[in-house]
């Protein structure tokens, strides 16, 4: 298995570690690959697995099969073993360091949640259905039921791998009387054993993998981070949010005191053990294991691109992934974006000017107006696959409704599908249409009028909502805003 680092306890270590552990203990002899150890590599090695930051140190080992996590991993194991088949998975939707990458070793792709999926479909240029979902599980052995959650929370945890949710998260547990607890990078504390301290709190506010242990643990969770919110989880809830892995996908709208508030209303005891219940019988490792392993089988099985062909993949990947002193090189446009973001949230949105195209290519210069969430920049353009996507601006005073020029363009796969659009201010419904008749991309221009009581002065989200309503199969609509112009 290969990883970027083993130092810290986040997301992709701790399912490198407890996959590596539950493959272990199925009979398996699993090596790991990490270029920074630390306590994670630490316990690894407790447990009598390898772990090394130097590919030397695997002289004279043979391997059936490579399970890699990240395209920075994958060169010094591939350029070793260039026979061993791999399976890359994805766990990211937007990192670079998580971009899915085409060399001769790689016969099978995954990832851990619908949108890491189709992110590897269109990374590489393959069918959604060529990319195995192998869904984050949870060692119920380590997080085991705590005691039944009181009628009403008073102790609550929260993770803090980013920390734009930690004023807000604060703000309402003050306002409720709940002790709440931060842990995570962005309030530089960790906890070492989240399997024995989760079980001692009434509410927990996470994503991703941390929700799901938490869930297992019958502790009711609040799903949020710093990148936005999804809400209470119940078992409508579980069922819609368990595909996107509680991540990013799931982060549906913003965070805000007064919609923490309203899901903390639907804290519910009894429901939280009924998700756990339903967690602990069916998202457990063994099942991840066994599905892990007939993926490795299947690339076991399958058959090797030939040698002048995998010249050709190494080729286009060195051409790529090569550091090269050009602007367009994807680490320094990665880090340029980065500046961009420091400098505006420092700074904050500035008011929305009016009557002024802003468009949204690699000049970037939208941001200092406008905040995208669930919107992806790429090739000068911004643009979404997913279901649900925002826009968050300050419009300032006013005095009359506004009026929105949206320039945009709508991908439909195929012409029989039909896609229902939605534009929401505030939550406000302000205009439903049908896209549908043809395939390809399809320009748009429409003018929306945004009602007063639908804008507040220092921050407005206008929301977008993509729904299939016709269509042979389920199949992924895009859409990507070209730019926009408010008018008084």
């Given at each position: ?90 766990h990211d939707d937007a990192s670079w360091f998580d971009a899915a990458v ?97 079980p001692g709190y009434d509410l927990v506010f996470a994503s991703a993998l ?182 968050r601006f300050r419009p300032g005073v006013l005095s009359a409704p506004l ?86």
């Amino acid at each position: 298995m290969t990883t970027l680092e083993l130092a810290t306890r986040r997301g992709v270590q701790n399912v490198t570690r407890d996959l590596a552990l539950a493959l272990s203990e199925a009979g398996h002899n699993v090596c790991v690959y990490a270029r920074n150890a630390g306590v994670v590599a630490d316990e690894l090695r407790d447990q009598g697995i390898q772990v090394a930051i130097e590919i030397a140190r695997f002289a004279g080992s043979r391997f059936d099969v490579i399970h890699t996590h990240h395209p920075a991993m994958c060169s010094p194991v591939f350029a070793r073993f260039p026979d061993t088949p791999a399976v890359f998975v994805c766990h990211d939707d937007a990192s670079w360091f998580d971009a899915a990458v085409q060399l001769p070793n790689i016969v099978k792709y995954a990832a851990v949640s619908e949108s890491m999926a189709g992110r590897v479909a269109a990374d590489i240029g393959i069918a959604r259905a060529d990319v195995a979902l192998l869904l984050n599980g949870v060692d119920t052995r380590r997080f085991l039921p705590g005691p039944a959650p009181p009628s009403a929370p008073r102790r609550a945890l929260a993770f803090a791998k980013n920390s734009e949710h930690v004023e807000v998260v604060r703000a309402v547990c003050a306002q409720r009387s709940i002790a709440v607890d931060f842990i995570g990078a962005a309030v530089e504390t960790q906890l070492d054993n989240p399997a024995q301290a989760l079980p001692g709190y009434d509410l927990v506010f996470a994503s991703a993998l941390s929700a799901i242990e938490a869930m297992a643990c019958l502790r009711p969770v609040i799903v949020c981070d710093g990148r936005g919110m999804a809400g209470m989880v119940d078992m409508a809830r579980y069922e819609a949010w368990r595909p996107k892995n509680f991540g990013v996908a799931a982060l549906n709208g913003p965070l805000s005191v007064e919609r923490v508030a309203q899901e903390l209303d639907r804290y519910d005891p009894a429901e939280a053990v009924r998700v756990g219940a339903r967690v602990r019988a069916e998202a457990g490792l063994a099942a991840l294991v066994e599905q892990c392993v007939r993926l490795y089988r299947e690339a076991i099985a399958a058959p090797r691109v030939a040698a002048d062909e995998a010249a050709r993949m190494w080729a286009r990947h060195l051409e790529h992934w090569t550091p090269r002193l050009a602007d367009e090189w994807a680490f320094a446009e990665e880090r340029q974006v980065l500046i961009n973001e420091v400098r505006r949230l420092r700074a904050g949105l500035d008011v929305l000017p009016r009557d002024n195209r802003i468009t949204f290519g690699d000049d970037r210069a939208s941001v200092r107006f406008i905040e995208a969430t669930g919107f992806e920049r790429r090739h000068g353009t911004m643009w979404t696959s997913s279901s649900f996507a925002s826009l968050r601006f300050r419009p300032g005073v006013l005095s009359a409704p506004l009026k929105l020029d949206l320039e945009f363009a709508v991908h439909l796969p195929t012409a029989d599908l039909a896609v229902e659009m939605t534009l929401l201010a505030n939550g406000a419904e302000i205009e439903r249409w049908i896209e549908t008749g043809f395939a390809g991309w399809a320009e748009r221009r429409r003018t929306f009028e945004l009602p007063l009581e639908a804008c507040h002065p220092t921050a407005t989200w206008l929301a977008f909502q993509l729904k299939q309503t016709a269509g042979a199969t389920p199949a992924q609509a895009g859409f990507c805003i070209r730019a926009t112009t408010f008018r008084a």
